[in-house]
Nanobody, 124 residues
């Protein structure tokens, strides 16, 4: 089990921005595909974005394309999710997760290690 810690969640107004961080300890994030998922109350966990371990290929859910950007900082062993133009439908607990290999599909079952999540709230 890989240890992942999310941070950066909080309260933001509609149209605002947040940057989530996913930090790893005890292993190198560059060796893994990292995904971001979210789960709102009463809803199933859904994939948001992922970045591959090789060439940092990225994939996004249609609901966040053009608004969210996933990136890596190898020196800080951290993956980020920059979230812009936040909408009322974006609030959820956001989780990062790790898997080996890559395919441009956001399936939670493909990811074996998960962080504890960070809450994102969008409200005026």
């Amino acid at each position: 089990q890989l240890h992942l810690v999310e941070s950066g969640g909080g309260l933001v107004q509609p149209g605002g921005s947040l940057r989530l961080s996913c930090a790893a300890s005890g292993f190198t994030l560059d060796y893994y595909t990292i995904g971001w998922f979210r789960q709102a109350p009463g809803k199933e966990r859904e994939g948001v974005s992922c970045i591959s371990n090789i060439r940092s290929n990225t994939h996004y859910a249609d609901s966040v394309k053009g608004r969210f950007t996933i990136s890596r900082d190898s020196a800080k062993n951290t993956v980020y999710l920059q979230m812009n133009s936040l909408k009322p439908e974006d609030p959820a607990i956001y989780y990062c997760a790790a898997r080996s290999g890559f395919r441009p599909v956001l399936l939670a079952a493909d990811f074996g290690s998960w962080g504890q999540g960070t809450q994102v709230t969008v409200s005026s």
